[in-house]
């Protein structure tokens, strides 16, 4: 059974510019999760995607938006970028929501923002 | 404000010994906590979990022991191998199924 799946895995952007990331889940989960990890913030909720409803969302701004597809893969996108969106991107996949169950997470996708 | 955090950034421990890392909570609310280890260049891995109507549970060489009078949560790990090295989170997620992770331990193995 494949695991989550995260593309691009690594990628450079430049400050002001948008990005999008991709999450295939697990086949037959259908929940998904996306967390930032930092250095110095460690890992911190984003939101997450039940049945292509977005359930709970973490304290980001508003330029951190995803949203899920009728086959569970997901997206994010990261809007007008700046220097301290340079993160590793994990996205996260379970079977039922998230608030039972154990999260099986992609290796993520590594942004850097110069 | 509340928050999820770990006693200790570093563990070292030798191979074969048992490691114990230790994590704080301070949402009384939280019902749900979680452990995951990440290796270098790998997304966390899910160890185990419990929940709080329960004070232990164990798995393959490791056990979880919640306390939840002082709000503490650990993880031991039976005969640790080089394999274990690596840092380990913990997670709680509270009754508005918000999940906060703590900072991590690194887990050193020395042979």
């Known amino acids: 059974k494949a695991g989550v799946t995260q593309t691009p895995r690594y990628l450079i952007k430049t400050r002001g510019q948008q990005v999008t990331l991709s999450c295939s889940p697990i086949s037959g989960h259908r929940s998904v999760s996306w967390y930032q990890q930092t250095p110095g913030q460690g890992l911190q909720f984003l939101f997450e995607?039940?049945?292509?409803?977005?359930?709970n969302k973490g304290n980001f701004p508003g330029r951190f938006s995803g949203r899920q597809f009728s086959n569970s893969r997901s997206e994010m996108n990261v809007s007008t970028l700046e220097l301290g969106d340079s993160a590793l991107y994990l996205c996260a996949s379970s079977l039922g929501q998230t608030s039972t169950g154990e999260l099986f997470f992609g290796e993520g996708s590594r942004l850097t923002v110069l | 404000g509340e928050s999820v955090g770990l006693h200790l950034p570093t563990l070292s421990v030798q191979e074969g010994d048992n490691s114990i890392i230790n994590c704080a909570y301070s949402?009384?609310?939280?019902?749900?906590f979680i452990w995951y280890k990440q290796e270098s260049g790998k997304g966390p891995q899910f160890i185990i979990d419990i929940r709080s109507n329960m004070d232990k549970r164990q798995g393959q060489r490791v056990t979880v022991l919640l306390n939840k009078t002082v709000k503490h949560l650990s993880l031991q790990i039976a005969a640790t191998q080089p394999g274990d090295s690596a840092v380990y989170f913990c997670?709680?997620?509270?009754?508005?199924?918000?999940?906060?992770f703590g900072a991590g331990t690194r887990l050193t193995v020395k042979p």
């Open positions: 997670a709680e997620r509270d009754n508005n199924n918000d999940m906060r």
């Open positions: 949402n009384s609310a939280s019902d749900y």
């Open positions: 995607y039940f049945s292509e409803t977005q359930r």
